[in-house]
T-cell receptor, first 116, second 109 residues
Framework: GAVVSQHPSWVICKSGTSVKIECRSL??????MFWYRQFPKQSLMLMAT?????????EQGVEKDKFLINHASLTLSTLTVTSAHPEDSSFYIC????????????FGDGTRLSIL | KNEVEQSPQNLTAQEGEFITINCSYS?????LHWLQQHPGGGIVSLFM???GKKKHGRLIATINIQEKHSSLHITASHPRDSAVYIC???????????FGTGTRLTIIP
């Protein structure tokens, strides 16, 4: 149980393109979803937390207009990197947790984004 | 000083060896996670614990709340255990995780 599917697993696109990444909980209701970014050989960095039906809470230094997060249902959250540039190239990974105290986070397989 | 410190950063061992990875943290927590990240990037949650000890197959995780320390042990290590192991803590009253920098484990056949 507790499977999180992330799509696409990798994407290569030209500078200026907007890229949408999907994160789905397949067998549970994800009240809260988290979006992380990871640079090579570094740890995960939380970008934002989203609760179903609410606006996402962004971490300090993360541009809201650059990284658009939508969590419109209990099984789907999307991250859109708008007008992507080479410096946005990174590994993006989502996690999801059910409602309630001390619920574990279940991670997707990540999306490797390369902007040319 | 990071809130979550892991040691060692890198570990290479022979197949069959007993492996220990350590995690120390400096904040009050409600839970500690041990995660495994494979070379492709995907992350698997191995354990979530708030006290005592948990065992799953060849993996054992322990936590000492008073000493703010946790260990992950792997018995009879195998090359397929090669991965980055990450310790992450959830602070008391919060939902965010704070991650350690990871331990890169390589098991040589």
């Amino acid at each position: 149980g507790a499977v999180v599917s992330q799509h696409p697993s990798w994407v290569i696109c030209k500078s200026g393109t907007s890229v949408k990444i999907e994160c789905r909980s397949l067998d549970f209701q994800a009240t809260t979803m988290f979006w992380y970014r990871q640079f090579p050989k570094q740890s995960l960095m939380l970008m934002a937390t989203s609760n179903e039906g609410s606006k996402a809470t962004y971490e300090q230094g993360v541009e809201k207009d650059k990284f658009l997060i939508n969590h419109a249902s209990l099984t789907l959250s999307t991250l859109t990197v708008t007008s992507a540039h080479p410096e946005d190239s990174s590994f993006y990974i989502c996690s999801a947790s059910e409602w309630g105290p001390n619920q574990p986070q279940h991670f997707g397989d990540g999306t490797r984004l390369s902007i040319l | 000083k990071n809130e979550v410190e892991q040691s060692p950063q890198n570990l290479t061992a022979q197949e069959g060896e007993f492996i220990t990875i350590n995690c120390s943290y400096s904040v009050g927590i409600s839970a500690l996670h041990w995660l495994q990240q494979h070379p492709g990037g995907g992350i698997v949650s191995l354990f979530m614990l708030s006290s005592g000890k948990k065992k799953h197959g060849r993996l054992i995780a322990t936590i000492n709340i008073q000493e703010k320390h946790s260990s992950l042990h792997i018995t009879a290590s195998h090359p397929r255990d090669s991965a980055v192991y990450i310790c992450a803590v959830r602070s008391s009253g919060g939902e965010k995780l704070t991650f350690g920098t990871g331990t890169r484990l390589t098991i040589i056949p």
